[in-house]
């Protein structure tokens, strides 16, 4: 009997140690931050020790009158910077004003390539579920416009960015700013389903700002980008910032109450199990002891039996 309690009672102790190792894994599974939920990069500001631009003429003179990409980040490059970021406010009238001074008002705009693109979900994504295909309009939610220029270059993943926008057609659902970055597409954009940013400012209104335009990579693939309206705004980076008074900071997360009050779920769930434990530890020790008595108990009148039999036997002989 007691043999059998005791296996019960080792069962169900393992059993309830079981579950308690099921709790805490679960609980630092839900903790590490490899669970967390994608798309959360954070929202990263660099500090921009000064802005250049130049006006057509350097693509005319340089790189054959071409305006695109390529052309645009080695005017930069060249000369000690990189494409801009329109990462804040304050930068984002950096660029206008920029874009005003290199603008030739005949042409009623004037445009710049940026640095940033969705290039990596085009080109490096190698999950296929997340691919940017720019020739399919119901999977472009899936283009990821990141800052990717000097600081921004993600030092994890290569070729990566700051995500801060989502989606390459303005009628999609989902489409929308990342990380807490503000978005200046002109009104209607992006509406092109192209993967490369391009600044426009609207020379013909007095006090414009810059909006963006979703294009090609060369200009002369865009319905409206001739390459004579084209200029180059730079900028040289210093550092990253974690704070700002120019910037749009991202949303305030809200922790579940469960999430940050999981200790206490935690204790509410092991008292219990921890006192069952006990209870069948008390269990246990009482009905070993009972058998134990009951043992003791019923050897000696065995014995005396015996004993008795035998004298009695050998009283007869």
């Not at 000064?50 to 350097?58: A, C, G, N, R, V």
């Not at 000369?79 to 005003?100: F, V």
């Amino acid at each position: 009997m007691a043999a059998e309690v005791g296996m019960r009672a080792r069962s169900v102790v393992r059993t309830v140690v079981r579950w308690m190792a099921l709790l805490l894994l679960l609980q630092c599974l839900g903790s590490h931050p490899s669970f967390t939920v994608a798309g959360n990069e954070g929202h990263v500001v660099v500090k921009i020790k000064k802005y250049f631009s130049f006006p057509y003429s350097e693509l005319r003179h340089n790189y054959f009158g071409l305006a695109n990409y390529g052309s645009s980040s080695s005017g930069c490059e060249l000369n000690g910077g990189l494409l801009t970021a329109d990462q804040t406010p304050a930068a984002h009238d950096s660029i206008t004003n920029h874009l005003r001074k290199v603008g030739d008002a005949a042409k009623r705009q004037v445009f710049t390539y940026m640095g940033g693109d969705a290039y990596y979900s085009y080109y490096w994504e190698k999950d296929s579920d997340k691919v940017c295909d720019v020739d399919n309009k119901y999977n472009l939610l899936n283009c990821i416009f990141e800052w990717n220029q000097g600081e921004f270059v993600d030092t994890k993943v290569k070729h990566r960015g700051v995500p801060f926008f989502r989606g390459a057609r303005n009628s999609l659902d989902g489409v929308g700013p990342l990380n807490g970055y503000t978005s200046y597409w002109r009104e209607g954009y992006p509406a092109h389903g192209q993967i490369y940013l391009i600044s426009r400012l609207d020379l013909t209104k007095e006090g414009s700002n810059a909006t963006w335009y979703d294009g090609a990579v060369h200009a002369d693939d865009n319905p409206d980008t001739p390459n004579e309206a084209f200029g180059v705004v730079c900028e040289v980076q210093d550092r990253i910032i974690t704070t700002t008074t120019t910037t749009t900071l991202p949303p305030k997360e809200v922790v579940p109450w469960v999430q940050d009050n999981w200790y206490i779920i935690l204790i509410l769930v092991l008292l219990p199990l921890l006192a069952l434990i006990a209870l069948i530890v008390i269990i246990c020790c009482c009905c070993c002891r009972r058998t134990g008595d009951k043992s003791t108990g019923t050897v000696p009148m065995e014995l005396q039996e015996v004993s008795g039999n035998a004298v009695y036997g050998t009283q007869q002989g």
